[in-house]
């Protein structure tokens, strides 16, 4: 780098009283003369006379430059050099050699190195300074750009976390009114045709009971009847139509039953539109979230039933959102049957009867009575650390392509923790499950 003296006047007014050099340099003459010139010029200086000892002190000291002798005993200035910027602690530190060698492979040698420029012995003063001068402020204009770089990133990085955030919410916003509708609306339609299957059902049990009750009447009164008679009787085997009519309305009965369940639980996962909070039975919320999703935790042709072990607690209803806390629930329910589905993975029916895949739900008052926790637990396969850390981030996902957004969790935690003002938190380990926790003001 070339400096014109005619500058050096404007490199003055450059601030150094708070800079530090380090002067590396075995020359005790060189080094009286330099030391006292940039001492006066307002510079902190500090000296080594070898390479080792000036890697220990540029280690300790953290200087803002140092000047670097080539020719120096032990490990020269390139070697040197070469060390400081293998060092993360000293690499930023800008390395200026002092040298009487003419070579221009030698120079290119101390750039290659890491030097950021080359003052030639015998040395002036005046060059000498201007040098450290310009480096120096080079060293602080790339400070203050990246600082500011750092500044704007971090900027950058909470606006597009709130544009992630806002986007969550639309989602949440629309996803919960379109489901609100919709399932309202199933709900209406279902709810008048089982209201006349469930009256109905009653009825016909009472009807077939009583025509029952008349044939076994005349089977008492005419023990012989005609031929055609038995033969109709053989013929529609009247016997197991005594016996299994009962046993298909009883069936009726509770699949009407279950229908209602389902409507009652699209209700609930239905009051999302609300403005404000209401009070609200949270084991309600929890039984409608495993009725909608009974279908996957029933048992099917590669594996048993997935047990539902409850454990709640004793409180009274409390005020939330009902629609997205249902959500909530939903979301980490569904995760802890898609985790389990897929730590059957090499594993017969028989070994998962013998160690059952199950969700354990636990409800409680906090000792100070001031929080709700609900917490649902899976004895899945897991997860390692590094994936417990990023659950909740939008967009991450472990499922497949095409079997997860990445979204449900980070949507839950907004519910619990922006909408809610309450805690969601995960605790997982590698072979021992995962455990969702939610703590609900109340």
């Given amino acids: 780098m070339t400096v014109l003296y005619g500058d050096l006047f404007n490199l003055r007014k450059f601030h150094v009283q708070n800079s530090t050099i380090l002067i590396v340099d075995d020359n005790p003459t060189n080094l009286s003369i330099i030391v006292d010139y940039l001492e006066d010029c307002g510079l902190t200086i500090s000296v080594s006379r070898n390479g080792e000892s000036g890697i220990k002190r540029a280690r300790f000291l953290h200087p803002d430059l140092i000047l670097l002798d080539v020719m120096m005993p032990g490990i020269d200035g390139f070697e040197t050099c070469r060390r400081l910027k293998a060092d993360e602690e000293t690499r930023d530190i800008p390395i200026i050699f002092m040298t009487a060698l003419t070579n221009p492979e030698d120079k290119v040698k101390g750039f290659e190195v890491g030097g950021v420029d080359y003052v030639t012995k015998p040395i002036q003063h005046e060059e000498v300074y201007a040098r450290i001068l310009t480096h120096l402020r080079i060293q602080k204009l790339t400070q203050?750009?990246?600082?500011s770089v750092r500044e704007r990133t971090l900027q950058l990085s909470e606006t597009l976390n709130e544009l992630k955030q806002s986007q969550l919410k639309l989602v949440q916003q629309e996803k919960m009114a379109t489901l609100g509708q919709l399932m309202a609306g199933v709900g209406h339609e279902i709810n008048n045709p089982l209201g006349f299957l469930r009256g109905n059902v009653g009825y016909l049990k009472e009807y077939i009971v009583e025509i029952f009750s008349h044939l076994k009447l005349y089977q008492k009164h005419y023990p012989n009847p005609p031929d055609d008679i038995?033969?109709?009787?053989?013929?529609?085997?009247?016997?197991?139509?005594?016996?299994?009519?009962?046993?298909?309305?009883?069936?009726?009965?509770n699949g009407v039953e279950r229908l209602?369940?389902?409507?009652?639980?699209?209700?609930?996962?239905?009051?999302?539109?609300?403005e404000t909070?209401?009070?609200?039975?949270l084991h309600e919320g929890i039984e409608s979230t495993l009725t909608i999703l009974?279908?996957?935790?029933?048992?099917?042709?590669?594996?048993?039933e997935i047990q539902v072990v409850k454990h709640y607690g004793t409180f009274q209803d409390i005020k939330c959102f009902p629609g997205p806390i249902v959500q909530v629930f939903m979301n980490i329910i569904a995760n802890a049957?898609?985790?389990?589905?897929?730590?059957?993975s090499g594993k017969s029916y028989e070994d998962i009867e013998k160690d059952p895949q199950k969700i354990e739900i636990f409800t409680q008052l906090t000792p100070d009575d001031r929080y709700v926790i609900i917490r649902i637990k899976d004895n899945a396969m897991g997860m390692d650390r590094?994936?417990?850390?990023?659950?909740?981030?939008?967009?991450?996902?472990?499922?497949e392509v095409g079997k997860g957004t990445g979204?449900?969790?980070?949507?839950?935690?907004?519910?619990?923790?922006?909408?809610?003002?309450?805690?969601?938190?995960?605790?997982?380990?590698?072979?021992?499950?995962?455990?969702?926790?939610?703590?609900?003001?109340?």
């Fill in 294 to 304: 009974y279908h996957r935790l029933k048992a099917n042709r590669e594996r048993p």
């Fill in 277 to 281: 909070k209401w009070a609200f039975d």
């Fill in 144 to 147: 203050d750009l990246e600082d």
């Fill in 260 to 274: 209602t369940a389902i409507g009652t639980a699209l209700r609930t996962f239905a009051r999302g539109d609300r």
């Fill in 230 to 253: 038995i033969e109709n009787a053989e013929e529609i085997d009247l016997d197991y139509l005594l016996e299994d009519v009962p046993n298909s309305l009883e069936a009726m009965k």
């Fill in 337 to 344: 049957i898609d985790a389990l589905e897929e730590s059957r």
């Fill in 386 to 399: 590094e994936h417990l850390k990023h659950i909740f981030k939008p967009s991450f996902t472990t499922k």
């Fill in 407 to 442: 979204l449900g969790l980070a949507i839950a935690r907004q519910i619990v923790e922006e909408k809610h003002k309450g805690i969601l938190s995960c605790d997982s380990e590698l072979g021992r499950g995962t455990e969702f926790k939610i703590k609900l003001p109340c």
